[in-house]
T-cell receptor
Framework: KQEVTQIPAALSVPEGENLVLNCSFT??????LQWFRQDPGKGLTSLLL?????REQTSGRLNASLDKSSGRSTLYIAASQPGDSATYLC?????????????FGKGTKLTVNP | SQTIHQWPATLVQPVGSPLSLECTVE??????LYWYRQAAGRGLQLLFY??????ISSEVPQNLSASRPQDRQFILSSKKLLLSDSGFYLC?????????FGPGTRLLVL
């Protein structure tokens, strides 16, 4: 059974700092990995998607990497801003018996202090 | 562009009462649709997914059910709510490889 773990559970940093969020998964047979952002009381917003054959994806100040063989992904946020404060979730997509599903971690709650 | 709607946004229901949450998608056809639940201190849990009208797959056995009466409509139901059904319910659809989520319904069962 796939398990996704995100460390740390919470992180507080001063504005302007570069930071890394970690995600690990137990079964490397994934189809892709997706990073989401969730603001309090809101739905999820997709940030980046990395296919299993890719090593990284970039969007603006965000860079996500994937090392499938070791079951790890990182989300790098450059020059953090207070508006980056949110919970960040990673999810891996698996295909089993013709059906597919996303398995989520519990998230990292990020606070960027002005 | 595609948008996804959920209603109601918030719901407070007594234990034992019925439930009906609705999700609709605009701007696409024949989407894969998903219902997730996010409970306090826990990750998102996939409840149901649907690849087409009338086609529902259940991931977790429980007192909830789902239906897809129309291509872009996905309904989550219960005949009798339990306290443990409280949580944040999210509907999602998939375009190519990316999953997009609705705004969610917060359900409190008292």
């Amino acid at each position: 059974k796939q398990e996704v773990t995100q460390i740390p559970a919470a992180l507080s940093v001063p504005e302007g700092e570069n930071l890394v969020l970690n995600c690990s998964f137990t079964d490397s047979a994934i189809y892709n990995l997706q990073w989401f952002r969730q603001d309090p009381g809101k739905g999820l917003t997709s940030l980046l998607l990395i296919q299993s054959s890719q090593r990284e994806q970039t969007s603006g100040r965000l860079n996500a990497s994937l090392d499938k063989s070791s079951g790890r992904s990182t989300l790098y946020i450059a020059a953090s801003q207070p508006g980056d404060s949110a919970t960040y979730l990673c999810a891996v997509r698996q295909i089993e018996g013709g059906s597919e599903k996303l398995v989520f971690g519990k998230g990292t709650k990020l606070t960027v202090n002005p | 562009s595609q948008t996804i709607h959920q209603w109601p946004a918030t719901l407070v229901q007594p234990v034992g009462s019925p439930l009906s949450l609705e999700c609709t998608v605009e701007g696409t056809s024949n989407p894969n649709l998903y219902w997730y639940r996010q409970a306090a201190g826990r990750g998102l849990q996939l409840l149901f997914y649907s690849v087409g009208i009338g086609q529902i797959s259940s991931e977790v056995p429980q007192n909830l059910s789902a239906s897809r009466p129309q291509d872009r409509q996905f309904i989550l139901s219960s005949k009798k709510l339990l306290l443990s059904d409280s949580g944040f319910y999210l509907c999602a659809w998939k375009k190519q490889e990316t999953q997009y989520f609705g705004p969610g319904t917060r359900l409190l069962v008292l």
